[in-house]
């Protein structure tokens, strides 16, 4: 299946960050991916839509090593990472982000982002009192957090409470928490939902911003198709477990099989 | 009349002392890790227990030499007389070895409570919430009556226990020393938990208390990470109960199973004192041990009979020994109520972690740096 | 093992289960553990004591012919059927309030502010202590003693426990074995809780409402059931079946302990989650049949063992028995018996008659 470049943006085709091939996974009798072939081009953008039911999150859930495939393959940087444990796969740079945000809601948004670097020594307990044993990595941390924030625009609100966000910020938040342990790969679910239109745009902005400054790739599950699809390179469309249309935002949602998909459900 | 109010001084700060040792190890576990711990005060018996048994076995071992009358077996044989020759012809001019004895109390009892936290973690990483809680109040209720009816652990008699060594004898002045020494170990604990809170770990034990999930999704260990706060909480609770032990105003020189395994004085007055206090809030924690000790426990404890007496309540036909007990049990139950009604978050509400000087980097990333000024 | 030896084990066993029914209908409803729940049959015995003692000073009831004295010990004497009928049934109706007493008044307004389970579980520890320092300063035992005194001045009883309440039993003759009052109207009461609660919760309306207000509140509201009373007369039943205990503990106390405002509570409260835990926290049928497991352990099993073992000391571990069962059922059957359960009265709920 060869992918159907556009000429767009740096990144190259032929450097893949993530691959599947024909993921099929069934839960009892019901087939829930069907054989699931994508490619991730790495600094892309890609948008994965579909029906309710269709299997996106499942194909999620396969990739960020939480489901195990009866078949097929997830292909990461070259190496296969299928059935791999998903905390060995979020330190290797697969980091999601969930529908509905999980902030660490009584932290302060700084403390939000430095809870998410990656875990190491300077968090053994054991040893907290000595503040040697950790101060010169919470240095780093504290640095790159106030980074992460200034990209996404939160730098003024670094010492508020999670519990005192906006929606919106909730997403933002998570986006940074992924980034903030090292996320290469970026799976975001729904990031827009719930959110008024021009805040959907705005974060969308930043996820584009975020490519083009750290090289970020990212796979988008998003239900508001018009907005997501300005921003995206390219689009995967599944339903009932099979892809029925890929490419171009504007090529898959104008596709024939793909507007059938969603009327009938 | 001075010496009168050193004394009520005395015993008003060792109370709080001890209070806030072991809420404090609560908070850990229950504010900080989101563990609701209704077994604490099993924890805090391994304390009293190293004490009264541990402690008191070494030093006959060495006394025996010495002292006529003493003998390890004595210890839990005759422990009344076997503790009150060494309390009077041996401890009193030792003063090393008490000392000596005294340090060792306080590590076992660290690493005992720290044990049986590991132990009760087990469970603790299967179990959420109210379940854990039933748990752990039944694992409590089960250990208290094996050390109750086990003679060669609380001795032959569960309602009087053991005599407890006086390893203070020596200053002349038991109780102004263990009054102090009491104090002393609450501010060492006091300024470990604050520097706990104020690193990445204590950072992270609140960050997996809101969300597993999450903290899962960012590679983070929880399973150690609430068996590390298990652990600590513990051993901070079998900490105070050697405490305890150790002085005369709050042990009564003894200690038996009644009193070191008593649910509503280690682990429910402790729920009480962390929620007043708020939750996750080490100093809010020991503001409401303050506020309580001095206005509540103090004269509940102490004088609740003459309270009775003032308010005439035997005119009304209440037995004041019945209204002493009356009282407690009405503070401990108000203060949970009105505080979870009014003040849910606690006098002072949980704050951050503050492991560096937030601000400075603040200023120089965020807002744009100040003008010089000319 | 005679029949008399089976007394004490079926008494104790019944109490529990009595008890450990209305801890399973509290949580099913409300997803809190009730610690003041074992305190309602306290605080009922107190005001079915109060009760009859008064009636016996007011209607100058004298039954000097019936003074018995059973192993020297102090009693209260037998009354007239009609006097334990009014205890009862104040019993019953005061362990009711208490609840309802605590579902309005402190779990409803704290649920309103958003407290958790945990949270809201603490608060009726919180309502707890206050029963107890409500007991310790109006009921304490110097009017009841005051009370008692007048009475016994009336039927002659021959002494009171000075440390709390103890009322005669009856015995009752069937052939040549005897069997206890307070004994037989414990098993028959917790054989008719479980007959009338099965009934309820499966054939009537109000368990219909029940079981869908538990199974999806939302969707019960929709449907035009006011979720919050139900819960409440579910509180209000477990209530009831703790006062009737409380009632019949007035004159189990040779085999429980005495009654006073911390005792039995302290030792048997943790039997009673035990029970509820083990027979499944889901289901109504199950924690009866656990709370009965739980107390003829206790008192039936391990005595057994201990005299099979030749180790006599081993009857007073009894309780590390139930904290083994509560461990292991919560640990080895994920969730407890309440998952399996759980399931099972789903399947039953959704295809209902809703």
Excluded: C
């Excluded at chain 1, 290469?184 to 959110?195: H, N, R, S, W």
């Excluded at chain 1, 750290?214 to 239900?223: A, D, K, P, Q, V």
């Excluded at chain 2, 072991?22 to 209704?38: Q, R, T, W």
């Amino acid at each position: 299946m060869a992918l159907q470049m556009t000429e767009k943006e740096e990144g190259s085709a032929s450097d893949i960050i993530l691959e599947t091939r024909n993921i099929v996974k069934r839960f009892g009798g019901v087939v829930a991916l069907a054989g699931v072939s994508i490619k991730i081009p790495r600094r892309w953008i890609v948008l994965l839509i579909g029906p309710n039911g269709s299997g996106k999150t499942t194909l999620v859930n396969v990739i960020t090593g939480f489901l195990k495939p009866e078949e097929g393959k997830v292909i990461y940087e070259g190496r296969d990472i299928t059935g791999v444990e998903p905390h060995i796969i979020t330190r290797m740079g697969i980091v999601r982000t969930f529908q509905i945000p999980k902030p660490f809601i009584n932290l302060t948004v700084l403390e939000n982002l430095l809870a998410a670097y990656p875990p190491g020594p300077h968090e053994n307990p054991y040893k907290a009192v000595s503040k040697r044993s950790w101060v010169k990595t919470e240095e780093e941390a504290v640095e790159k957090a106030f980074d992460i924030l200034k990209a996404l625009g939160m730098e003024r609100a670094w010492d508020q409470k999670a519990s005192e966000l906006s929606g919106a910020e909730l997403k933002l938040l998570e986006v940074g928490r992924a980034l903030m342990s090292g996320a290469k790969l970026m799976i975001l679910d729904e990031p827009a939902a719930g959110v008024n239109p021009t805040k959907a745009h705005e974060i969308f902005s930043v996820i584009r911003k975020l490519r083009e400054e750290r090289g970020i790739t990212f796979l988008i599950i998003e239900h508001r198709i018009d907005i997501a699809s300005q921003y995206v390179d390219y689009t995967y469309a599944l339903h009932l477990g099979r892809l029925i249309s890929q490419g171009p935002p504007q090529k898959v949602l104008n596709d024939k099989a793909v507007i059938e998909s969603y009327i009938g459900g | 009349m001075m010496a009168n109010f050193a004394v009520l001084a005395e015993q008003i700060l060792s109370f709080i002392g001890i209070y806030y040792i072991v809420s404090i190890g609560l908070n850990l576990k229950a504010g900080h890790m989101g563990i609701p711990d209704f077994g604490h005060a099993m924890f805090f018996a391994m304390g009293g227990i190293v004490v009264g048994n541990i402690v008191a076995h070494i030093a006959a071992a060495v006394a025996a030499k010495s002292v006529p009358g003493v003998t390890v077996a004595g210890v839990i044989a005759s422990n009344t007389k076997t503790l009150s020759i060494m309390n009077t012809k041996f401890f009193p001019y030792h003063p090393l070895l008490d000392i000596g004895l005294v340090i060792f109390a306080l590590v076992l009892s660290l690493i005992l409570g720290g044990i049986l936290g590991w132990i009760a973690s087990l469970p603790a990483l299967r179990l959420r919430g109210e379940f854990l809680a039933i748990l752990l109040l039944t694992v409590a209720e089960g250990l208290r009556v094996i050390f109750t009816y086990t003679k060669s652990l609380m001795g032959s008699t569960p309602t009087v226990g053991l005599s407890t060594p006086a390893l203070f004898s020596w200053t002349h002045n038991s109780g102004l020393a263990a009054t102090i020494f009491t104090i002393i170990v609450a501010l060492i604990v006091y300024v470990y938990v604050e520097r706990l809170h104020n690193s990445p770990a204590g950072r992270l034990f609140r960050a997996a208390r809101d969300d597993e999930d999450a903290a899962k999704a960012l590679g983070k260990n929880v399973v150690t990470i609430r068996r590390d706060a298990m652990i600590i909480g513990s051993a901070l609770a079998g900490l105070a109960g050697a405490v305890y032990a150790l002085n005369p105003f709050l042990g009564g020189g003894s200690v038996a199973a009644v009193s070191i395994f008593n649910r509503v004085w280690w682990t429910f007055w402790p729920w009480a004192l962390i929620i007043l206090g708020g939750m996750a809030s080490n100093r809010g924690t020991g503001l409401a041990t303050i506020i309580v000790g001095v206005s509540l426990i103090w004269p509940v404890r102490l004088y609740s009979f003459k309270v009775a007496q003032v308010l005439h309540a035997s005119a009304l036909g209440i037995n004041p020994d019945q209204f002493a007990n009356a009282l407690e049990y009405a503070f401990i139950g108000l203060i949970i109520l009105i505080v979870q009604a009014v003040l849910p978050r606690g006098i002072i509400p949980e704050y951050p972690s503050r492991t560096l000087p937030f601000e400075k980097y603040a200023r120089g990333k965020v807002l744009p740096p100040k003008p010089k000024e000319e | 093992m005679n029949f008399e030896t089976l007394m004490a084990p079926l008494y104790y066993a019944s109490i529990l289960s009595l008890l450990s029914v209305g801890i399973t209908l509290s949580y099913m409803t409300t997803k809190v553990f009730n610690f003041a729940h074992v305190r309602y049959a306290t605080v009922a015995a107190y005001f079915a004591a109060a009760t009859m003692l008064s009636l016996v000073v007011h209607y100058h009831i004298t039954l000097n012919s019936s003074v018995r004295t059973l192993g020297g010990m102090r009693y209260i004497l037998p009354l007239p059927g009609w006097i334990y009928a009014v205890g009862f049934i104040v019993a019953s109706i005061v362990g009711g309030l208490v609840s309802i007493l605590l579902y309005y008044a402190v779990l409803k307004p704290l649920e309103r502010r958003g407290l958790s389970p945990l949270a809201l579980m603490i608060s009726t520890l919180g309502f707890d202590f206050l029963l107890v320092a409500f007991l310790f300063i109006f009921m304490s035992e110097k009017p009841i003693i005051n009370l008692a005194a007048k009475a016994s001045s009336l039927i002659g009883a021959v002494n009171f426990a000075s440390l709390g309440l103890d009322f005669a039993d009856e015995y009752i003759y069937i052939g040549n074995s005897m069997i206890r009052g307070s004994v037989l109207g414990a098993l028959i009461l917790a054989v008719v809780v479980t007959i009338v609660l099965t009934f309820l919760t499966r054939k009537t309306k109000l368990g219909v409402m029940m079981r869908s207000s538990i199974e999806n509140p939302n969707l019960a509201l929709v449907l035009g059931i006011n979720v919050d009373r139900v819960f409440a007369i579910a509180w209000f039943i477990a209530g009831l079946i703790a006062g009737m205990a409380g009632f019949l503990m007035l004159f189990g106390t040779s085999f429980l302990k005495f009654i006073s405002p911390t005792s039995p509570y302290n030792s048997i409260v943790v039997s009673v989650f035990a029970g509820a835990i083990v027979g499944g926290i889901f289901n109504v049928e199950g924690s009866i049949g656990g709370g009965f497991l739980i107390g003829l352990i206790e008192k039936l099993f391990v005595p057994w063992l201990a005299a099979v073992m030749n180790a006599p000391g081993l009857i007073k571990y009894n309780k590390v028995f139930s904290m083994f069962a509560v461990a292991l059922t919560l640990l080895f059957i994920p969730e407890g018996l309440a998952s399996i359960r759980f399931r099972r009265f789903r399947r039953k709920t959704t295809g209902g008659e809703i």
